[in-house]
Nanobody, 125 residues
């Protein structure tokens, strides 16, 4: 299984970015997939994702109203659209995949089986 995250960059506060996570070796719609982020000196943090049992994505409260998660099943790719970016959104963003994770463990990094390499997002003026 390979996950390729891309789309990061430097953006001013209030700006937007769209991250992509392209998967190979597994079908996204049949698995649970998620976005995490890790800022310097901090633990890896769940941002949002899909559990394999449903089509409605989860999002943490700190990004609701600003971030949206979607999937393109034909391209086997997941997206994270980030709007109204803030300096505190600065982090390396990772995508993750699991075929067996349970809902109550979605926010636990160690419960995920496969990880992409990460893409840096920097929000700064």
């Amino acid at each position: 299984v390979q996950l390729q995250a891309s789309g990061g960059g430097l953006v001013h506060p209030g700006g937007s970015l769209r991250l992509s996570c392209a998967a190979s070796g597994r079908t996204l719609r049949a698995n649970s997939v998620a976005w995490f982020r890790q800022a310097p000196g901090k633990e890896r943090e769940f941002v949002g994702g899909f559990h394999r049992s449903g089509s409605t994505p989860f999002l943490v409260d700190s990004v609701k109203g600003r971030f949206t998660i979607s999937r393109d099943n034909a391209k086997n790719t997941m997206y994270l659209q980030m709007n109204s970016l803030r300096p505190e959104d600065t982090a390396v963003y990772y995508c993750a995949l699991s075929s067996s994770i349970i809902r109550s463990e979605l926010e636990v990094p160690s419960s995920w089986s496969y990880w992409g390499q990460g893409t840096q997002v920097t929000v700064s003026s």
